[in-house]
């Protein structure tokens, strides 16, 4: 039976784990026991048999849970939240490389604050080598913002590194398990276990670093994945917020918001078009290392396929989306 249980939602990592799994196996403990639960969303990589062998290695420690492929990480959550044994659930994200302290100091946190409601955001950090990727412009976190905010709301329950009570979770709500929501469902479940009254704190000494890999050929859709889980998302939440924060034109929001988002989408146009996109590559847009100019190139090419995916969803699912929010707010 374990104290906390770490729970780890993984795909295709077979590149990764061998920098994650031995972080997660030696984590400093005194005075509680820790599990890792492994759940495979069907890696087809090679990800499993590393995963078991590091399972072998530490019986009682490491846990693994393989699963046919469902396309978000939503159902491994909830199967490996179902599955823990620990009161306190700590989700990571597969490309994490996690502190040797990072599981000590959520629970430390715990401790320290025992009632139901109170969850805690660790922060994650770019190592030196992930800097220099181009692709890290799209895998860091907006910490200095949550560094300044008074109080945290459900945009900032990031499943990356994030520790909640199981029990709070299992009777107030679990990630929902519709595909179209990814990468934004943390967010949704979020917004459900705020209105049961969770309370997030941050902290930061739960630290792990974010060693994530993409290819620059995916940044178009990933953009696409991203708008259509924001329009998901928008038919989900009946709050503004998100969309303030995500800079989407809705009807929803006032005048002057709306003219700023439209002036927005207008200047965009301007500035991404072939010509431009053309003239970046020849300053060195396409390099290995990161700089300013790779940063408004995959920029623009990201939010344009943002825009159109937010776009295409809305056209395919506006009258759907519409009965939901109703269904909602009428709840």
């Excluded at 906390?4 to 994650?20: D, G, K, Q």
């Excluded at 715990?110 to 692709?135: C, I, S, V, Y």
């Excluded at 993409?214 to 009946?238: D, E, I, S, W």
Aim: contains cysteine.
């Amino acid at each position: 039976m374990a104290d906390i249980s770490v729970v780890i939602a993984t795909y295709n990592r077979m590149e990764l784990l061998p920098r994650t799994l031995p972080a997660l196996a030696n984590q400093r403990t005194g005075g509680f026991e820790y599990e890792v639960i492994f759940v495979d969303d069907g890696s087809t990589d090679g990800s499993r048999d590393i995963i078991e062998t590091e399972v072998r290695r530490n019986p009682g420690r490491m846990r693994y849970q393989g699963l046919p492929h469902f396309g978000s990480p939503s159902h491994p959550r909830n199967v490996g939240v179902r599955e823990a044994s620990g009161r306190i659930v700590l989700f990571l994200d597969d490309d994490v490389i996690p502190d040797p302290d990072l599981v000590w100091n959520h629970w430390q946190f715990h401790q320290r604050n025992p009632g139901g409601e109170l969850a805690a955001l660790g922060e994650l950090f770019l190592p030196e080598d992930a800097k220099r990727d181009p692709m890290s412009i799209f895998h860091s976190f907006p910490y200095e913002e949550v560094r300044h905010k008074p109080k945290l709301d459900y945009l900032f329950f990031w499943t990356c590194n994030i520790s909640l009570k199981r029990e709070f979770m299992l009777e107030n709500g679990m990630f929902d398990e519709e595909p179209a929501l990814h990468p934004l469902e943390d967010m949704e479940c979020g917004y459900r276990l705020f209105a049961r009254g969770l309370r997030l704190e941050f902290l930061p000494q739960a630290r792990g670093a974010h060693v994530h890999k993409m290819n620059p050929a995916g940044v178009p859709q990933k953009g696409q994945r991203t708008g259509r889980a924001q329009f998901a998302l928008a038919c989900k939440v009946p709050d503004v917020s998100f969309k303030r924060r995500f800079k989407i034109l809705s009807r929803d929001l006032g005048p002057r918001a709306r003219f700023s988002r439209i002036l927005r989408r207008a200047l965009g146009r301007v500035v991404d078009n072939p010509l431009a996109l053309a003239t970046l590559r020849g300053l060195g847009a396409e390099r290995s290392e990161r700089n300013r100019i790779t940063d408004l190139y995959y920029f623009l090419i990201f939010r344009r396929n943002v825009v159109a995916g937010y776009e295409s969803a809305e056209r395919e699912g506006r009258r759907s989306c519409d009965d939901a929010v109703a269904q909602g707010e009428g709840s």
